[in-house]
């Protein structure tokens, strides 16, 4: 068990929709400067990624992000985390996971009548949109399955700088707060970004956003 708080650099490296906004909101409660993902606004110069991935495809994984936060959770960086393990041997590494079934169908929901924002596009090309059809909830399913495969197999000889847990089930801080060596706070445990049934007007105001040009189009086949 670890006697003193983890100083270092932590990486929540799960999926999409698997608790990632419960986790970030659960490492600022214990004191550490988080982001999520690279929202327009989350920190100066942020645009949704478009400068991160122009940086990235150069190959330089030195994001500008990881001086002025203490802990990271969504995409790029779990996309990365092979990359990242690399530069931060010694940080910790927390991967969140979910039933398999209630995920995919979470992300169906979520993503069908939402904008398609550059890093998933980076990340599933013409499957940005698991919603849109079996063949891109298939895509996606078989990369959360490496994903989470491969993370457990590199982590397995490493397991003090390495936690995996369904942040949807969690009911306490214990697990969480061994691991970092922070003791537990007296607020509940956050449940953050629940799915919620999608809003009716969504899907017509995405075609409208699409018909105008304001959203990118996901690549065709070559």
């Not at 929202?39 to 994984?61: F, H, M, N, V």
């Not at 069908?112 to 996606?140: L, T, Y």
């Not at 040009?213 to 690549?219: H, L, N, Y």
Request: aromatic letters at 14%.
């Amino acid at each position: 068990m670890q006697c003193t708080p983890h100083a270092g650099k932590i990486f929540a490296i799960g999926f999409y929709k698997t608790g990632t906004t419960t986790i970030y909101e659960a490492l600022k409660v214990l004191g550490y400067r988080t982001i999520n993902g690279d929202k327009i606004g989350s920190y100066p110069g942020a645009d949704d990624g478009e400068t991160l991935l122009r940086q990235i495809e150069r190959g330089d994984y030195r994001l500008p992000t990881f001086e002025l936060f203490d802990a990271f959770t969504d995409n790029p960086y779990f996309h990365l985390w092979r990359e990242i393990h690399e530069q931060y041997p010694d940080a910790k590494y927390i991967l969140t996971v979910r039933d398999e079934r209630r995920w995919i169908e979470s992300c169906a929901s979520f993503y069908r009548n939402r904008r398609i924002r550059p890093m998933r596009v980076w990340m599933f090309g013409k499957h940005a949109n698991p919603g849109d059809s079996a063949e891109s909830r298939q895509a996606w399913l078989e990369a959360y399955r490496a994903h989470n495969m491969a993370v457990r197999e590199h982590f397995r000889s490493r397991p003090d700088q390495f936690l995996e847990f369904d942040p949807t089930q969690m009911r306490a801080w214990g697990p969480l707060c061994e691991f970092l060596g922070k003791p537990a706070p007296s607020e509940p445990w956050p449940h953050a970004n629940v799915t919620q049934s999608d809003k009716p007007w969504r899907g017509a105001w995405r075609r409208m956003r699409r018909a105008l040009g304001m959203e990118m189009e996901t690549p065709d086949d070559d």
